[in-house]
Structures are given as C-alpha cells and as structure tokens.
C-alpha cells in the first residue's frame, strides 16, 4: 500500500500481501515484493483516500495493542522483530502510509487534523485486519519524528498504552556519526515539525541538527510522560529484564514457547536478522569524535537525565 | 495509432485484468518481464485494446519509479 497525491486529492494504491506476515524489521520490505511482479506493478487498485473508510469496516481490523515510539538508534527495531517472532503479533514498523497522513497537512490543507486523525483510523484499521488465524495482537512502532504527533496518534487511539524507548544520547550520536539516519538530514522533514523556520535550520550544522532533532524527540516524549502517559524505557532495560512488565502493560499474555521464540529473537542483529546481535555501548561511546560529545552535552544530556528521573517515577521497576 | 489511444487502451486493459482474476492470473504466470510484455499485448488485443510493447514497457517503468521514488 502507498499513498499519494493525484490532481490534490489523496490516493491510496493498493498491492495484494498474500499470505505474507509483517515479519520484515521494517515495513517497506514486506511490501516490495509485493510489486515485483510486472502483473502486479502495472495493474493495482487506485481508491480515493477518503473511500478507505468503507473498506476498513469491512472486515474491521484488530484493535492496536501498543505503540512503540523512540528517539531511533536505540533498540525499537530489535523490540519489533521480538514481538514480531510471535505469530499472534501483527507488527507494523514504521509504515510509510501512517507518515504520509501524519505529514499530509504539509502538502494538503484540506489534510485537517480531523481528516487525519480518521484517515490514521482507517489505515490502521485495514493494514491491522487479521490474516491468519493466529492474529490477536496488532503493535504499531512509528517512524522515530511521529512522536511529535503523539497528541493526534492519542486523539485516534486514546486509550492504546504506548512506550517511549529512549537511550544514552553519546551512543545515538555514535551511530549517527556512523551513518545518518533521514530523519537526521536538514530538509528531510519539514521544520515546522520542530517549530523552527527554514532559515533557522539552514544556519545549523549537519550534526548540531541531528542532536537538536534528536533532543526535539526526547522532550516532546518526556511532556507527555510528565502528564502521566505512556511508559519510558531505556535500551540497557531490553530486553529480558522489561519483558514481562511490558506485556502486562500492554495487556497480553503468551505461552512460554512464544515467549522464548521472542526472546530468542533478541539474539540476532534486529536489522539484519542473519547476523548475531553484538553489545556495542562502550564501542559507540569510544568512537565519538570531540564534536559529537560537545553536541550531545549540549543539545542532548539534558533532556536524558530529565527522562530518565522520570522513568525512576513512572517507568517500570 | 497515437500513443496516447494505446496509452487509453492500456489503461482500459487494466481495469478488466483487475475484474477479472483469471486474466490477472495468466499475466502473473509469466517468467520474466519480457514475456510479460509479450503476453499482455497479446491479451489486450484478444479483449480488443490495442497497444504496443513499448507502451506497456513505458507504463511499467513509469510504475516502478513512482513506487521507488515514494520509499527513497
């Protein structure tokens, strides 16, 4: 599925899954196959957006379990695979559609909060349509900048419990340093997002722009887990000491085999599944340059020790 | 006959593929793009569209790219 934009309205393009699971770290290539075919390239379904909510009532879809928003660099993909592990869990990681109606207002005008807030139910409600039969569980984890949007996701889903995943600011800079996350590259993402202007952002360097995006994330999480909302948790809390809080926070229960089967996922590299996954803290820590630590202390260090006070108050024990 | 009559005709040939799952079932049998061309100008003329295979090859690059472009 993909949305877009024909003569001003918003289309929604369809492609057939299958039988295919949400088993993929990410969205997108899931649906790429999809499409591999020229058969299935050429000939697909073109609805309006605004005809979505007819097709989603029928048959509706599972109702959200949990989200998984996060400051991106800081262990969300590996908890998605882990829940994904589990053939009860429908898992949709970072999906494009849900980014093009959170953003849409900044393409469309006629895109309303309102208007997105129904479009976001209605996609969720017929990506999260059960497929097989095992299906009880739907876990959503967002693009890492839709926590700016947590107000709209709570307006569409009020009573979905959702987690915030968050971790020490040098190893997020470390990977950035390694390599850019989009999210992380002036431009990518409208400034308004952030409440800055366009000029603002064209005087901050590259990295000062990642860490001031990055601190942007963590507090609009942090507001809200100072009213009470949702869970913070840090990535040296994954994944085997937080599992079991975690899944009575979001209300559900597995047997042992598939509690095993998820953990045993945590063994793997989350983003590319062949390789083992390997304890990289102390490395990513060492490998900051002088510019990446005055970054983070300045843009950065706050936020996280506020983050993590609070967890100390309101996270799991 | 103009491109863009084949290019109506193409689209017109679409929307029966997407009625009609047999159709859509014999176009998906086939092994590479090449075939698939062949096979669906075949088709289309067998349903009474008729278009070329530089047309359905220009559809289905233009296809392509405005998927890669959306998760670029």
Same mark, same amino acid.
């Given at each position: 599925?993909r949305?877009y934009?024909?003569?001003?309205?918003?289309?929604?393009?369809?492609?057939?899954?299958?039988?295919?699971?949400?088993?993929?770290?990410f969205?997108a290539q899931?649906i790429h196959?999809?499409?591999?075919?020229?058969?299935?390239?050429?000939?697909?379904?073109?609805?309006?957006?605004?005809?979505?909510?007819?097709?989603?009532?029928?048959?509706?879809?599972?109702?959200?379990?949990?989200?998984?928003?996060?400051?991106?660099?800081?262990?969300?993909?590996?908890?998605?695979?882990?829940?994904?592990?589990?053939?009860?869990?429908?898992?949709?990681?970072e999906?494009a559609?849900?980014d093009d109606?959170?953003?849409?207002?900044?393409?469309?005008?006629?895109?309303?909060?309102?208007?997105?807030?129904?479009?976001?139910?209605?996609?969720?409600?017929?990506?999260?349509?059960?497929?097989?039969?095992?299906?009880?569980?739907?876990?959503?984890?967002?693009?890492?900048?839709?926590?700016?949007?947590?107000?709209?996701?709570?307006?569409?889903?009020?009573?979905?419990?959702?987690?915030?995943?968050?971790?020490?600011?040098?190893?997020?800079?470390?990977?950035?340093?390694?390599?850019?996350g989009g999210q992380?590259i002036?431009g990518v993402?409208?400034?308004?997002?952030?409440?800055?202007?366009?000029?603002?952002?064209?005087?901050?360097?590259?990295?000062?722009?990642?860490?001031?995006?990055?601190?942007?994330?963590?507090?609009?999480?942090?507001?809200?887990?100072?009213?009470?909302?949702?869970?913070?948790?840090?990535?040296?809390?994954?994944?085997?000491?937080?599992?079991?809080?975690?899944?009575?926070?979001?209300?559900?229960?597995?047997?042992?085999?598939?509690?095993?089967?998820?953990?045993?996922?945590?063994?793997?590299?989350?983003?590319?599944?062949?390789?083992?996954?390997?304890?990289?803290?102390?490395?990513?820590?060492?490998?900051?340059?002088?510019?990446?630590?005055?970054?983070?202390?300045?843009?950065?260090?706050?936020?996280?020790?506020?983050?993590?006070?609070?967890?100390?108050?309101?996270?799991?024990? | 006959?103009?491109?863009?009559?084949?290019?109506?005709?193409?689209?017109?040939?679409?929307?029966? =593929?997407?009625?009609?799952? #047999?159709?859509?079932?014999?176009?998906? +049998? &086939?092994?590479?793009? *090449?075939?698939?061309?062949?096979?669906? =100008?075949?088709?289309?003329? #067998?349903?009474?569209?008729?278009?070329? +295979? &530089?047309?359905?090859? *220009?559809?289905?690059?233009?296809?392509r790219r405005a998927w890669l472009e959306r998760w670029l």
């Open positions: 599925m949305i934009w024909r003569d001003g309205r918003p289309m929604v393009d369809w492609g057939q899954l299958g039988t295919r699971r949400f088993t993929d770290p969205f899931t196959p999809c499409v591999r075919h020229p058969a299935d390239l050429l000939f697909r379904h073109q609805t309006l957006l605004d005809e979505l909510g007819e097709i989603a009532g029928s048959p509706p879809g599972l109702r959200p379990t949990g989200f998984i928003f996060h400051m991106s660099r800081c262990g969300s993909t590996l908890m998605s695979q882990m829940l994904a592990a589990a053939p009860e869990n429908i898992v949709l990681s999906a559609p849900m109606v959170l953003r849409a207002h900044f393409r469309d005008p006629g895109a309303t909060e309102e208007r997105r807030v129904q479009w976001l139910q209605w996609l969720v409600g017929v990506l999260a349509r059960r497929r097989h039969p095992a299906e009880k569980n739907v876990f959503i984890k967002f693009d890492s900048w839709h926590v700016m949007f947590l107000p709209l996701i709570q307006r569409a889903f009020p009573d979905v419990p959702w987690i915030f995943l968050y971790r020490e600011p040098l190893e997020v800079m470390a990977s950035a340093q390694k390599q850019l992380m002036p993402l409208e400034p308004a997002l952030f409440g800055w202007d366009p000029v603002a952002v064209g005087r901050m360097q590259l990295y000062e722009y990642a860490a001031r995006v990055l601190g942007k994330l963590c507090e609009a999480a942090l507001t809200r887990a100072q009213a009470g909302q949702g869970k913070l948790v840090n990535y040296h809390q994954l994944p085997a000491t937080i599992w079991p809080a975690l899944m009575k926070y979001w209300n559900v229960e597995f047997s042992t085999d598939e509690n095993a089967r998820m953990l045993n996922a945590a063994q793997l590299n989350a983003k590319n599944p062949v390789l083992p996954f390997e304890p990289d803290s102390q490395a990513k820590r060492d490998s900051t340059s002088p510019e990446m630590r005055q970054l983070t202390q300045q843009w950065l260090a706050g936020v996280y020790q506020q983050l993590e006070a609070q967890r100390s108050v309101t996270g799991f024990a | 006959m103009a491109t863009i009559d084949q290019q109506q005709n193409l689209g017109r040939f679409g929307e029966l =593929v997407l009625a009609n799952r #047999e159709l859509h079932d014999q176009l998906r +049998a &086939t092994a590479n793009e *090449a075939d698939f061309v062949a096979l669906a =100008v075949q088709l289309g003329a #067998e349903h009474g569209c008729e278009f070329a +295979a &530089t047309v359905v090859q *220009a559809a289905i690059n233009e296809k």
